[in-house]
């Protein structure tokens, strides 16, 4: 069973354009989020989907320099680019992750994978599973995880242009069709944001990095979580902002 982690990542962006390449401690933010995918040891490939538009070609390049795979389909219609990635890498199984969190655990994600393919082999039937659907984790370590036969289904039958741009609310908006699960942490941490959207975000997120983060190694949850309580300041930078609608993830 192979899968597949892909990261939709593209220049354009309504509040902080061309945040995915800006440059932190060496490395482009989506440097960053590639290495920390690629180092979960469940993940066979990892692709970064982003679009035919030529302000894109960086992120191609990227991609190309982090050692990944990558696609380019439609700007806006991302279900569809998400389903054409997906097939042409032959994925059983397909996580889905975005560009702008350079937070992103891959020990979060291994247990998610493990649980995943534990209660497949158990005989539980689970379509779709996510640590957003009930919120315990911050936000910037958004994960979800569904088979190549949910993806295909919702890229066949939603038509709703919200749920063709956000990937995967016809999905988890239809519970009666789809056995959803969530992953959840032992420790409320929601209060905490780690996602990069807006210049606030980018000060937090740059703080954490200088910090925290040495000789390219991978920093976890729990070292981040210790140092905001010792420097209870830095949550105060983006804890103002708000989260664009629509979506769980």
Request: glycine residues 4%; proline residues 3%.
């Amino acid at each position: 069973m192979k899968t597949v982690a892909i990261i939709q990542a593209r220049m354009g962006s309504t509040r902080l354009p061309g945040k995915v390449m800006k440059e932190l401690c060496g490395k482009t933010v989506l440097a960053h989020v590639v290495f920390r995918v690629q180092a979960c040891l469940l993940i066979d490939e990892v692709v970064v989907a982003t679009t035919r538009s030529k302000t894109d070609d960086v992120i191609v390049a990227e991609a190309e320099k982090c050692g990944s795979k990558w696609f380019r389909g439609s700007e806006e219609d991302v279900l569809e680019r998400y389903y054409l990635a997906a097939k042409e890498s032959n994925a059983d199984v397909v996580v889905r992750v975005t560009s702008d969190c350079p937070i992103f655990d891959p020990e979060v994600l291994s247990q998610m994978l493990e649980d995943f393919k534990n209660e497949t082999l158990e005989g539980l039937q689970i379509d779709y599973l996510s640590n957003c659907l009930n919120r315990s984790y911050p936000r910037g370590l958004d994960a979800e995880i569904f088979t190549f036969n949910v993806l295909e289904k919702a890229f066949k039958e939603a038509h709703n242009p919200y749920e063709r741009e956000h990937v995967t609310p016809y999905i988890y908006e239809h519970p009666e069709i789809f056995a959803l699960h969530n992953h959840t942490n032992d420790e409320d941490l929601t209060n905490y944001r780690w996602t990069l959207d807006t210049e606030d975000d980018w000060k937090l997120i740059e703080a954490i990095y200088t910090d925290i983060y040495q000789n390219e190694e991978i920093f976890t949850t729990d070292e981040v979580i210790a140092l905001l309580r010792a420097k209870p300041e830095l949550v105060k930078l983006n804890i103002h902002v708000k989260q664009k609608q629509l979506g769980f993830c």
